[in-house]
């Protein structure tokens, strides 16, 4: 257990719908970083959050959102679902702001199927 | 563009060494390998990581190599717990002052009893 918790496991829904998945760091961690799993894209960073600011964007879409919140807790907000955005959708932690050393620490993923 | 290439997949037998290969030629002065692994149905969790020496700890063993275009990493002993797929990844600078895990494709490692 990494200390990292993801809500909700597995959510169904439509194309078209928005949804939102949750994620709440170990105790301490600062940092938040959203993945997603795909089996044609493998493991692909999204965005990152240090203590309630946006720190870093990765392949992040425009429909695709993010927030941390004061508590550390974050959210990630799909809208406009497509089929193509079935995935699984990790969240990972760590201490600090992300530095070359710092382990990020997974959730055990968030599977999302968009039919 | 940081990019890792690993083989698709490995078999090893239970009780023996495992050194699982990752190229990365393109990487920079300032780029960090890390290994993580991912157990069936789990997120990855962390192995091990270096920038350019041989690194051990109680997981594994990670030797890099001297012109840092690939490294190894080394499971001493395999057992059946060890069976996932591990992935090599570039923890690459970025101008916002953080680093961000780019991930190879993985190699799924099949531990025979």
């Known amino acids: 257990d990494s200390g990292v918790t993801q809500t909700p496991k597995h959510l169904i829904t439509a194309t078209g719908q928005r949804v939102t998945l949750r994620c709440s760091p170990r105790?301490?961690?600062?940092?938040v970083y959203w993945y997603q799993q795909s089996l044609d894209q493998g493991l692909q960073f999204l965005i990152q959050?240090?203590?309630?600011?946006?720190?870093a964007k990765g392949n992040i879409l425009e429909r695709f959102s993010a927030q941390q919140f004061p508590d550390l807790h974050s959210e990630l907000n799909l809208s406009s679902l497509e089929l193509g955005d079935s995935a699984l959708y990790f969240c990972?932690?760590?201490?600090?702001?992300?530095?070359?050393?710092?382990?990020?620490?997974f959730g055990p993923g968030t599977r999302l199927l968009v039919l | 563009d940081a990019k890792t290439t690993q083989p698709n997949s490995m078999e090893s037998n239970e009780e023996e060494p495992v050194h699982l290969p990752c190229n990365h030629s393109?990487?920079?002065?300032?780029?960090?390998i890390h290994w993580y692994r991912q157990l069936p149905s789990q997120g990855p969790e962390y192995v091990i990581h270096?920038?350019?020496s041989n690194v051990n700890n109680r997981m594994a063993s990670l030797a890099i190599a001297e012109d840092r275009k690939s490294s190894t990493l080394i499971l001493h002993r395999a057992t059946l717990r060890d069976a996932a797929v591990y992935y090599c990844?570039?923890?690459?600078?970025?101008?916002?002052?953080?680093?961000?895990?780019?991930f190879g494709t993985g190699t799924r490692l099949k531990v025979l009893a």
């Open positions: 990844i570039l923890s690459v600078y970025d101008t916002s002052g953080t680093y961000k895990y780019i």
């Open positions: 990972a932690s760590s201490v600090g702001e992300g530095d070359f050393q710092e382990t990020q620490y």
């Open positions: 105790s301490g961690d600062l940092s």
């Open positions: 270096g920038l350019t």
């Open positions: 393109t990487i920079s002065g300032t780029d960090y």
């Open positions: 959050y240090y203590n309630g600011e946006e720190r």
